[in-house]
């Protein structure tokens, strides 16, 4: 993304012209982009080389599925909604994982159909659901145990996952007690050990600290893992600090813990393949101005990103159109949502804008449309990928008459 002449630029394409030609709010998504950190995450992770599966949770567009699926990643999912989607996307199944805490007797049935690679139980009576499905079909099923490792990841309090106050996951008492009841059972076999403790992680510490905590339940329990399902949670720089994580440091430390457990990793990242990839193309409709602040009102609201009114997340916003005009007065972006909470960002200055400009809100191919929703009646927005300098759209826009 650049300008050129002024003029904001997405891999080549004027964002102008795309809003144009397929409206806005749309949401727009660079496969350069995505292929670039792809191949920079199996590079970080190189000497390990692990089994990487996409959160789909954080962006379930076919078309981005199915890119994925070419460059050879596997799919995290958590609901049958999601494995379809992957599968549709043609994602090979045996790198397929079955995660959350609310899988029904339905889903692990479909999915065990399937011969997806792994269902990860999070708790006792989830495993019974499991071995309900077994003995009926007279199969053996492949299963993870989750752990909640009672790990801070110092992260925004609603996505952490790790912490012993969080539904997810089993205490390490748990863990080691189910491995010792279920390690004999004819229709059961625990292939994987799974943590995850968040997301938009900046730090490595939190990691090593799971790592350990890991690694104490490998040695009480005694058990030989095929997997240890690492989880994800990569932050990404959202524009507001610079601070990334040291992947050197996490993946030395996890190329010694393989090398001293003979186990192979999966890796369940979302954010860090898809976050910077996406971008909301919106249009400015009014400007309000009061004696202290400009509203600037775009025709892109709270059902259309959800983050930054769920738990203030913040997202850059840059005009499509730059000039040197700048006015230093309070700037909100706002949408047409009819809730205070429908807010992108607070600025104390910003570029001279006017009624029908464009703007773009940065960072949002994670949790972005996935979040989005149709409240107050208003239609989901469209989706486009740019590959090989075209424009493709890869979702229509929904019609208001099929919503009502």
């Known amino acids: 993304m650049h300008y050129t002449k002024n003029k904001l630029l997405i891999d080549r394409i004027n964002?102008?012209?795309i809003i144009r030609k397929f409206g806005s709010p749309t949401y727009c998504y660079s496969y350069n982009k995505l292929k670039e950190n792809i191949l920079k995450?199996?590079?970080?992770?190189?000497?390990?080389?692990?089994?990487?599966?996409?959160?789909?949770?954080?962006?379930?567009?076919k078309?981005?599925?199915?890119?994925?699926?070419?460059?050879?990643?596997?799919?995290?999912?958590?609901?049958?909604?999601?494995?379809?989607?992957?599968?549709?996307?043609?994602?090979?199944?045996?790198?397929?994982?079955?995660?959350?805490?609310?899988?029904?007797?339905d889903e692990i049935n479909f999915a065990v159909k399937k011969k997806i690679l792994l269902i990860n139980a999070e708790s006792k009576s989830e495993i019974e659901t499991i071995?309900?499905?077994?003995?009926?079909?007279?199969?053996?099923?492949?299963?993870?145990?989750?752990?909640?490792?009672?790990?801070?990841?110092?992260t925004i309090k609603e996505i952490t996952t790790g912490k012993n106050s969080n539904k997810f996951g089993l205490s390490e008492k748990e863990v080691i007690n189910l491995i010792n009841y279920y390690k004999t059972s004819k229709y059961l076999n625990i292939r994987c050990l799974s943590v995850h403790i968040g997301s938009q992680i900046t730090s490595h510490i939190p990691y090593l600290k799971m790592l350990k905590t890991v690694q104490k339940i490998i040695d009480k329990s005694n058990f030989n893992f095929k997997y240890i399902d690492l989880g994800g949670g990569m932050g990404i720089n959202y524009g507001q600090n610079s601070k990334e994580l040291n992947y050197k440091k996490y993946s030395d430390k996890i190329n010694k813990f393989v090398k001293k457990n003979k186990v192979n990793i999966i890796f369940?990242?979302?954010?860090?393949?898809?976050?910077?990839?996406?971008?909301?193309?919106?249009?400015?409709?009014?400007?309000?101005?009061?004696s202290k602040i400009n509203f600037i009102i775009v025709d892109a609201g709270m059902n259309d990103l959800m983050r930054p009114a769920l738990y203030k997340a913040y997202h850059r916003i840059i005009p499509t159109k730059k000039n040197k005009r700048k006015v230093s007065k309070r700037h909100d972006f706002v949408g047409p949502i009819c809730e205070t909470t429908d807010k992108f960002l607070s600025l104390n200055s910003y570029q001279k804008l006017d009624e029908g400009d464009n703007i773009v809100i940065c960072d949002v191919g994670a949790y972005g449309k996935v979040l989005s929703s149709n409240y107050n009646l208003r239609v989901g927005a469209n989706e486009v990928l740019i590959k090989n300098s075209k424009v493709f759209r890869i979702r229509k826009k929904e019609r208001l008459e099929s919503i009502i």
Do not use: H, W
């Open 131 to 154: 071995l309900q499905v077994a003995k009926k079909i007279n199969k053996t099923i492949d299963i993870g145990i989750r752990l909640n490792p009672n790990v801070d990841a110092n």
């Open 63 to 105: 078309t981005i599925l199915n890119e994925i699926a070419r460059l050879g990643v596997g799919a995290d999912v958590v609901s049958k909604g999601e494995l379809m989607a992957a599968l549709k996307s043609k994602i090979n199944p045996k790198k397929i994982v079955f995660s959350g805490v609310g899988k029904t007797y």
């Open 268 to 290: 369940e990242p979302g954010r860090s393949i898809v976050g910077n990839v996406g971008y909301l193309l919106t249009k400015i409709i009014y400007i309000k101005k009061t």
């Open 15 to 17: 964002v102008d012209r």
């Open 41 to 61: 995450f199996k590079k970080n992770f190189i000497k390990i080389n692990p089994l990487i599966c996409f959160a789909v949770k954080s962006n379930n567009n």
